[in-house]
């Protein structure tokens, strides 16, 4: 089992190269959830879903910009409801309130949903690059770095730009010594949109810090990787 983050389709093959037919099964829920809201089970595993909804929990996906229901298949905001949700902030009400509106948890992820209700969890909320207007969640750019043979991992981050806003750079970790920047951004260009690209370029680095859940500590990251190249 495993959770605290995205896994992606690029993780899940490498499992399943070395795991020997063990089955990888994503969660994923928040301590504002005690803890578990989506389990992926043995019958129903979709390869990149992180699972369906558990017994007597509910689900919405809405868009951020106007708090509506998104259509079946779009990306929005994942809210929950069920009787595993907390009451609320413990004197703090200001936060509550902002998190849980009308009993529904505001998770503060981006997901879609297949008809099949299969959740996909996205990116964070507060995570995504915005390009020109348009959204780039870092985890899908990851996933797609990662396939790249000579990637042991990578993390992406937006960074400034004064025409798009913001645009899109990949920190990597070199399973072998030779892969080049070019390479990295060749490989991103050839299978992904444009205000995807990394036109924020490619950078090298002995580790991608992450907490002890697992999860990439992205200030860290800005810290020391947001500046120009």
Not at 54 to 82: C, F, H, K, N, Y
Not at 89 to 117: F, H, M, S
Not at 128 to 145: F, M, R, S, T, Y
Request: with cysteine; hydrophobic share 40%.
């Amino acid at each position: 089992m495993v959770g605290a983050a995205p896994v992606g389709k690029a993780l899940e093959e490498r499992w399943a190269a070395k795991a020997g037919g063990v089955p990888l099964r994503e969660g994923y829920g928040m301590t504002e959830s005690t803890p578990m809201t989506i389990m992926a089970r043995p019958d129903t595993m979709t390869a990149g879903s992180t699972g369906r909804l558990i017994p007597s929990t509910q689900a919405r996906l809405v868009s951020p910009e106007t708090g509506e229901d998104v259509a079946m298949g779009e990306r929005g905001e994942l809210v929950i409801r069920g009787p595993q949700v907390m009451a609320g902030y413990l004197n703090n009400p200001t936060a509550t309130e902002a998190t849980v509106k009308d009993g529904w948890l505001y998770t503060g992820d981006i997901a879609r949903c297949d008809e099949q209700g299969n959740f996909y969890i996205v990116d964070r909320l507060k995570e995504l690059i915005k390009v020109k207007g348009l959204q780039v969640a870092p985890a899908e750019v990851e996933d797609l770095v990662r396939k790249l043979a000579g990637v042991a991992d990578c993390a992406v981050l937006g960074v400034e730009d004064p025409r798009a806003g913001q645009v899109a750079r990949a920190v990597v970790v070199r399973a072998r010594g030779s892969l080049t920047a070019e390479e990295v951004s060749g490989h991103v260009a050839g299978r992904a949109a444009r205000h995807k690209h990394l036109q924020g370029g490619v950078l090298f680095t002995e580790a991608i810090p992450r907490s002890a859940a697992g999860k990439i500590l992205r200030n860290q990251l800005r810290e020391k990787f947001s500046g120009p190249i």
